[in-house]
């Protein structure tokens, strides 16, 4: 079975600051990673996805994530936060050898951008 | 571009009653998927459909039955709701491609509480 943890409920983070949102997972083989954001009162929405290759992924609104094979990490990262960051997210892993998309979410994790 | 469309976006059953919820997609996608969000728990899969004419149980499906009445359309139906259904259903849509890894597309979600 495979799952995925997001060690921490809520990050606060200062505007203009780096930000770092943590996931890892336990899978048998490779996975497909994936994260979504969720605004208030909306459905998610895709971010970024890892699938192979270079383990520095890049995405949308300027967040980016690294693959780390060996800590079985897949932690959202962003330069310099937003306070339009300020949202839900979730980390996700879906099997390999699948055809379509059924995604076994973590608890998500809350970010908070300070003015 | 619509998208994913979710009806209703909010419902109150009391328990026993019996509704449908319904979803469709215009992005000739192959797969669907109904997932509920509780609290803490992040999305569980109810059910998917990865191809019209085939529906699959996910992680939580005791409760629900689904319909995938064409390729649009993918239906959730809670025949005896109980309060343990309360709960945001998010339906979502994904291509299929054959080495998959395709990022889900969801509705806004249906906010429903059984009492």
């Known amino acids: 079975a495979q799952s995925v943890a997001q060690p921490e409920d809520q990050v606060n983070v200062a505007e203009g600051n780096p930000l770092t949102v943590k996931c890892t997972y336990s899978?048998?083989?490779?996975?497909?990673l994936f994260w979504y954001v969720q605004y208030p009162n909306r459905g998610l929405q895709f971010l970024l996805k890892?699938?192979?290759?270079?383990?520095l992924v890049k995405g949308s609104y300027g967040f980016e994530a690294e693959f780390n094979k060996s800590q079985t990490s897949f932690h959202l990262k962003k330069p310099s936060a937003l306070v339009s960051d300020s949202a839900l997210y979730f980390c996700?892993?879906?099997?390999?050898?699948?055809?379509?998309?059924?995604?076994?979410f973590g608890k998500g994790t809350m970010l908070l951008v300070s003015p | 571009n619509a998208g994913v469309t979710q009806t209703p976006k909010f419902q109150v059953l009391k328990t026993g009653q019996s509704m449908t919820l319904q979803c469709a997609q215009d992005?000739?996608?192959?797969?669907m998927y109904w997932y509920r969000q509780d609290p803490g728990m992040g999305l569980r899969l109810i059910y998917y459909?990865?191809?019209?004419?085939?529906?699959d149980k996910g992680e939580v499906p005791n409760g629900y039955n689904v319909s995938r009445l064409n390729k649009r359309e993918f239906s959730l139906r809670l025949e005896s709701a109980a309060p343990s259904q309360t709960s945001v259903y998010f339906c979502?849509?994904?291509?299929?491609?054959?080495?998959?890894?395709?990022?889900?597309?969801f509705g806004q979600g249906t906010r429903l509480t059984v009492v």
């Open positions: 979502a849509s994904s291509e299929a491609p054959r080495a998959g890894g395709a990022e889900a597309f």
């Open positions: 899978v048998s083989g490779n996975p497909y």
């Open positions: 890892y699938i192979t290759g270079d383990n």
């Open positions: 996700a892993v879906s099997p390999l050898n699948s055809g379509y998309s059924t995604l076994t």
């Open positions: 992005m000739n996608h192959n797969s």
């Open positions: 459909s990865a191809s019209e004419g085939t529906t």
